[in-house]
């Protein structure tokens, strides 16, 4: 069974500080993956996408793969109120993880 | 770019009736994908076309699911015989051509069965 596990959460922030958010996947045979934020009562959008080792930056979203831990991350520099959503992490086969939620306390 | 649609928003029913949702996606994007939520969870993908060719249905949850998109435009996704437990946001997405892995979500159709 391909599996993609993320910590429910709730994660708590204060305003400014990282947020990390962590994902696991089960199938080594995975070569793309994505980050997705959905705001509550909404559909989810696109965040980041990531295929090789290393670090992907956009903006204050950087997005750390690690294929031999299998081992897939999201951090949020300077978070905002706004940031506050379920985050969730995704495979090359659509397969997602049951979300984290964020929350940014002023 | 009028966004990915998807009709009707909410949709109740009784256990045992066929229900049937539409999405129309972005135009000219030639992926189209049906998801399933249930509070909590992420999507659970269910299916997907290129253009009219459905290339995976093996996800579907059971044969009282069908979906089609026989012009490669609009989809319908069709549920026999609802259940309770198909209680649940069904989501619609696009892609566009090349750019497979950008898929944008429509606002989904809430299924409730009585």
């Known amino acids: 069974q391909k599996e993609v596990e993320q910590n429910s959460g709730p994660l708590s922030v204060p305003e400014g500080a990282i947020a990390s958010l962590n994902c696991t996947y089960s199938?080594?045979?995975?070569?793309?993956f994505f980050w997705y934020r959905q705001y509550s009562g909404k559909s989810p959008e696109l965040i980041m996408f990531?295929?090789?080792?290393g670090d992907k930056e956009d903006g204050r979203f950087t997005a750390q793969l690690n294929k031999a831990s299998q081992y897939v991350s999201l951090l949020i520099r300077d978070s905002q109120p706004s940031d506050s959503a379920t985050y969730l992490c995704?495979?090359?086969?659509?397969?997602f993880g049951a979300g984290t939620r964020l929350t940014v306390k002023p | 770019d009028t966004g990915v649609s998807q009709n009707p928003r909410h949709k109740i029913t009784k256990r045992g009736q066929n229900v049937t949702f539409r999405c129309d996606p972005i135009?000219?994007?030639?992926?189209l994908y049906w998801y399933r939520q249930t509070l909590g969870q992420g999507p659970e993908f269910l299916t997907y076309?290129?253009?009219?060719?459905?290339?995976?249905k093996s996800r579907l949850l059971s044969d009282r699911f069908s979906a089609e998109r026989p012009k490669g435009s609009f989809s319908t996704l069709e549920i026999q015989r609802t259940e309770q437990g198909d209680s649940a946001m069904y989501l619609c997405?696009?892609?566009?051509?090349?750019?497979?892995?950008?898929?944008?979500f429509g606002p989904g159709t809430r299924l409730t069965v009585l």
């Open positions: 135009s000219e994007h030639n992926r």
């Open positions: 997405a696009s892609s566009p051509v090349g750019g497979k892995d950008t898929q944008y």
């Open positions: 995704a495979v090359y086969d659509m397969r």
């Open positions: 076309f290129q253009n009219e060719a459905q290339l995976e």
């Open positions: 199938d080594r045979g995975s070569q793309s």
């Open positions: 990531i295929y090789s080792n």
